[in-house]
């Protein structure tokens, strides 16, 4: 089994800055993509931005230059660091990561139960 415990979300005023972690623990052989997703009340879950075994970023437009995405391999985490936050990105946050749990076997899905930002004054 693997397991994805987010951390850092809470409570921020309008232009603040979070700085979100999740750590992959259990039965890891590799990770291949991690990212980090959202979703807002009453609303569906949606990719905020992705990174690749060898680093290469995505980003959903609205958070393009405001959010940086990074991982440690050696430490199988991924974050997450939000700048000039705005009520808009107000949402639980899901760490997302792609694992191959044994030499041989399938890459599976696995999620984290999310960490909520909350974004106000």
């Known amino acids: 089994q693997v397991q994805l415990v987010e951390s850092g979300g809470g409570l921020v005023q309008p232009g603040g800055s979070l700085r979100l972690s999740c750590a992959a623990s259990?039965?890891?052989?590799?990770?291949?993509?991690m990212a980090w997703y959202r979703q807002a009340p009453g609303q569906e879950r949606d990719l905020v931005a992705r990174i690749s075994s060898v680093g290469n970023t995505d980003y959903a437009d609205s958070v393009k230059g405001r959010f940086t995405i990074s991982r440690d391999n050696a430490k199988n985490m991924v974050y997450l660091q939000m700048n000039s936050l705005s009520p808009e990105d107000t949402a639980v946050y899901y760490c997302?990561?792609?694992?191959?749990?044994?030499?041989?076997?399938?890459?599976?899905?696995?999620w984290g139960k999310g960490t909520l930002v909350d974004v106000s004054s």
């Open positions: 259990g039965s890891i052989f590799s990770i291949n993509a």
């Open positions: 997302y990561a792609a694992v191959v749990t044994a030499r041989y076997s399938y890459m599976r899905n696995y």
